[in-house]
């Protein structure tokens, strides 16, 4: 059986005056890392799952955030990964 490992980045642009409220919603979502944050309230954000829809389902939070005002997708990558099966001697 196979899985995915999926890892998205985006750029998050929150109110100004939000930026400590954002930061700490964000931190709260799983799977997320902020890598930057300017006061004028830009985000680097990284999402990693093993679902394409658990990394929406956090696209969707974030942008339903409280003073977020939008969010960019900048990169998607998608890897494969094998499982190892185990042999039975």
């Given amino acids: 059986m196979s899985q995915e490992y999926h890892?998205?980045?985006l750029v998050v642009h929150a109110a100004p005056t939000a930026v400590t409220q954002v930061q700490k919603d964000i931190e709260a979502l799983a799977g997320t890392d902020i890598?930057?944050?300017?006061?004028?309230?830009k985000f680097v954000v990284t999402l990693e799952g093993e679902?394409?829809?658990s990394?929406?389902?956090n696209v969707e939070a974030i942008n339903a955030l409280n003073g977020v005002l939008?969010?960019?997708?900048?990169?998607h990558q998608v890897e494969?990964?094998?499982e190892k099966s185990e042999e039975t001697p």
């Fill in 35 to 41: 890598h930057a944050v300017t006061d004028e309230g």
């Fill in 51 to 53: 679902t394409q829809a």
């Fill in 7 to 9: 890892v998205t980045s």
């Fill in 70 to 75: 939008s969010s960019s997708l900048v990169y």
């Fill in 80 to 82: 494969p990964i094998e």
């Fill in 55 to 57: 990394i929406l389902n």
